[in-house]
Every structure is written in C-alpha cells, then in structure tokens.
C-alpha cells in the first residue's frame, strides 16, 4: 500500500504505481467526494468514453 504526505500547501503526488494503474496523464481533472473519513479522487472522462462505463455494475454496493 502506497502513502502520501500533505504538503503545507495542502498537495499530494498520486504515487507512480496508481498513476501508471489507472493510466494519468498530467492536465487531468478529477472530482474529489469526502465520505466518512475518506477522500475519493474520480476521472472526469469525456462523454465519448462513458459508453459502457456502467456494464456489470452491481446496483446493490451501498456507498
């Protein structure tokens, strides 16, 4: 499991491993959730790549 510190201007790395995981890119914007005591980073994806994005999606994950 990776860690990343806050920086006293409130800024984290995303470490290599995830960026490399998930495929970021630099310029990328993200929509940031709190729920509970966690912090959740979502892509934000063109509309052209939301076809689909929902296939096996399990309606009964409770978040």
């Known amino acids: ?7 006293p201007r409130f800024q984290v790395v ?3 491993s995830v960026r490399k995981h ?9 929509q940031i959730i709190s729920f509970e005591n966690r912090i959740e980073l979502i892509p934000i994806l063109p509309m052209s790549e939301m076809r689909g994005f ?3 999606f399990d309606p009964t994950f409770v978040r």
């Open 1 to 7: 499991m990776d860690t990343v510190t806050l920086s």
């Open 14 to 16: 995303i470490p290599r």
């Open 22 to 30: 998930m495929n970021l890119k630099p310029g990328e914007k993200f």
């Open 54 to 56: 929902l296939k096996g």
